[in-house]
């Protein structure tokens, strides 16, 4: 999860497959909140994964620090039991850590799409 404040500067683009790259317009006083893989996958794609990155504003200085955590290499993730039920199933097999961790390095931003359509978990480093 980013959380971002843009302090009315604008560089923050997210992607859309149909259009490409959108600059979100920065609005006074709020909060933007771009969910990622790991919130992606315990939601069963409830909460969905955006790409956004951001981009040089010459006209504006604008200060950016990232802090990134995630859980110990050997935990299982996997989409939330009560997210899960007969009519819904899970899109996403469990695997740990570590192993979302070697696909997102090699698959970068397809990495959600390779271990969903993994037929098993030997695909997956």
Do not use: E
């Amino acid at each position: 999860m980013t959380i971002l404040y843009q302090n009315n500067t604008a560089g923050l683009q997210v992607f859309r497959d149909d259009v490409g790259w959108i600059t979100v317009p920065p609005v006074p006083g709020s909060l933007v909140v771009n969910v990622g893989d790991l919130l992606h996958i315990l939601t069963n794609g409830i909460f969905r994964s955006v790409l956004h990155r951001a981009r040089v504003n010459h006209l504006r200085s604008r200060f950016s620090m990232a802090y990134l955590w995630g859980p110990p290499s050997d935990q299982m993730i996997s989409p939330l039991p009560k997210l899960v039920n007969p009519l819904q199933s899970p899109l996403y097999p469990s695997l740990t850590w570590k192993q979302y961790l070697a696909t997102k390095a090699i698959h970068f931003n397809q990495s959600l799409s390779f271990i969903r359509n993994c037929l098993s978990l030997d695909q997956i480093s």
